[in-house]
Every structure is written in structure tokens, then in C-alpha cells.
């Protein structure tokens, strides 16, 4: 009989090390499958939403530097879900954020995107960025932008940090937190 108890106590250890040895591959596979999974999760909800809204729209799921990435083009109405500067479309991704946390229990980072309206401000706010800070570079005064979002902001912060001379920071408090962009010393 001990030999029985002694046997299950081995064959217990050996999948103990397996399982060990196994985890961090499991463990960054098991990332990537979790914002897998936040992406489809979400692309349901707003699949939904535009079947209510009786809106066309082609949903495209990804993963991108650590998060799910939602996307919805094609659709005539779609410019209605952007709102004016974004503000309709921040709040759908807050909304769309919401409804993955409560499925899975977890905050999610998911990003989202209708009618390239992001991908087309991103690029925006980079050359905002880069031509702001070359005239504080060259005129030596300071300069306040206008108040952003947190994406806008983050995305004026990378594109100031891409000129030598200069650097950046964020003042206020939100909804009225803006980049303010100085020479360096």
C-alpha cells in the first residue's frame, strides 16, 4: 500500500515540475489569448450595438503592443460614432471597456477605432508635435497646446520627445489637462 502512496506522490511531483517548467510559456501565450479573447468580446458588443443602430460596419479585432485593438470601417453612418473631436468615440471605447470587464471580471486597455478616425488624428498630433516643438526649439519660448485627451496627449508627448532641445509636459487637470512643450535647460 505505501508503495501505491508513494508512487501517486511521484507521478504528483513529476506533473508539478512539468507544470512549472511549462508556465511561462503558458503564461505569455496566456496574455496574447486574453486580449484574444478581450477582442472578441468586444467586437460582439459593438457588432450588437451597430445591428441596434441598424449602422454597416466591417469589425477588425487585433493585438498591438499589449492591447486588443478594435477597429470599424465601411459603414456611411459611422461618422456619427466619432463625434466632434472624438468625444462620441472615447465614450463607446469607455462603454466597450466596460462591457469586457464585466465579462472577464478584469480591467481591459482595449483601444478603438471607427472609420480610421484615430489612426488619422494619430498623425495629426505627430506633426502638431514635431512643428511645435521645432518653433519652441527656435524661438526658446514655451508653448501651451490646447487641452487633449490622455491618447492625444501621449501621442504629442512621443512626437516632441522625437526633437533633441526640447521636452514636454502635462499641466492641469482633466477634461482641461494640456501639453505644455519648452527647451530643455
Do not use: N
Not at 58 to 63: A, E, G, H, P, T
Not at 112 to 130: K, Q
Not at 139 to 160: I, N, T, W, Y
Amino acid at each position: 500500500m505505501s508503495e501505491t502512496v508513494d508512487t501517486i506522490e511521484a507521478d504528483q511531483e513529476d506533473v508539478d515540475v512539468a507544470e512549472t517548467a511549462a508556465a511561462p510559456a503558458e503564461k505569455q501565450g496566456g496574455a496574447d489569448d486574453t486580449l484574444v479573447q478581450e477582442g472578441d468580446i468586444a467586437g460582439d458588443y459593438l457588432e450588437r450595438l451597430l445591428d441596434l443602430l441598424d449602422y454597416d460596419g466591417d469589425i477588425d479585432l487585433d493585438v498591438e503592443a499589449g492591447r486588443a485593438i478594435v477597429s470599424i470601417d465601411g459603414g456611411e453612418d459611422l461618422e456619427k460614432l466619432v463625434g466632434p473631436r472624438g468625444t462620441v468615440l472615447e465614450s463607446l471605447q469607455e462603454l466597450t471597456r466596460l462591457a469586457v470587464q464585466q465579462e472577464t471580471g478584469s480591467r481591459s486597455r482595449l483601444m478603438l477605432d471607427i472609420a480610421g478616425w484615430r489612426a488619422d488624428r494619430r498623425e495629426e498630433l505627430r506633426e502638431l508635435g514635431r512643428s511645435t516643438a521645432e518653433s519652441v526649439l527656435s524661438s526658446g519660448e514655451r508653448v501651451r497646446l490646447q487641452p487633449m485627451s490622455p491618447f492625444e496627449r501621449k501621442v504629442v508627448h512621443d512626437a516632441v520627445a522625437t526633437v533633441d532641445g526640447v521636452t514636454s509636459e502635462s499641466e492641469g487637470e482633466d477634461p482641461k489637462r494640456r501639453v505644455v512643450i519648452f527647451p530643455e535647460g
